[in-house]
């Protein structure tokens, strides 16, 4: 396992007793990261379907209407329409979160339990996260729309198709559109 180990906090020199060196198994923590991303994103993403259809207008019912409603007129696959991105990103998310939890934990002074540091040793990643979460976000909901409308035609063939797609035509930008919010 790959190991990063911080010296000890030097702050309190005076101190007889040394502080033990503080160590985040980079490889426990990226696992769980990776493990909790797959497994959250595979369960929670046909909800998420779902309630995107039922917040856009696009479905009418309730949520188990809904879902029946996708899987007869669009099949068992579509409610994992788009889950590339999300699949992706979060699992990477989660490692960095896992990782930079245990890392702003220890730098701060973080207790076991409820503790404010702790609360703020969860924010500082926020902004990061923000970065990765708001492009897979933003073309999630892209392909869970797509085709929505028994008159359209698909648009986007895929995730990837879909994002050059919209960068070709609206920037680079596009892909934060909800950058703020999301953060």
């Known amino acids: 396992m790959c190991a990063f180990a911080m010296p000890p906090d030097k702050s309190t020199a005076s101190d007889a007793t040394p502080t033990a060196p503080f160590t985040i198994n980079l490889g426990d923590e990226a696992l769980g990261g990776l493990a909790a991303g797959i497994v959250g994103t595979v369960l929670g993403f046909p909800l998420d379907l779902v309630k995107t259809r039922m917040q856009t207008g696009a479905a009418s019912g309730g949520m188990i209407g809904t879902a029946r409603h996708i899987v007869k007129t669009e099949g ?41 540091k702790n609360a703020w040793a969860g924010m500082l990643g926020a902004p990061v996260f923000g970065l990765i979460t708001t492009p897979e976000n933003f073309l999630k909901t892209q392909m869970q729309m797509n085709n929505v ?17 919209l960068v070709k035509e609206h920037g680079l930008s596009v892909l934060y559109t909800g950058h703020v919010v999301n953060t």
Do not use: E
Not at 149 to 165: D, E, I, N, P, Y
């Open 76 to 116: 068992m696959r579509s409610l994992y329409k788009g889950i590339a991105p999300p699949l992706i990103s979060l699992s990477i998310v989660n490692t960095v979160s896992f990782t930079s939890y245990s890392y702003f934990r220890r730098k701060i002074g973080g207790q076991n339990g409820w503790d404010v």
């Open 149 to 165: 409308h028994t008159l359209q035609a698909k648009r986007f063939k895929g995730s990837l198709h879909c994002a050059s797609v």
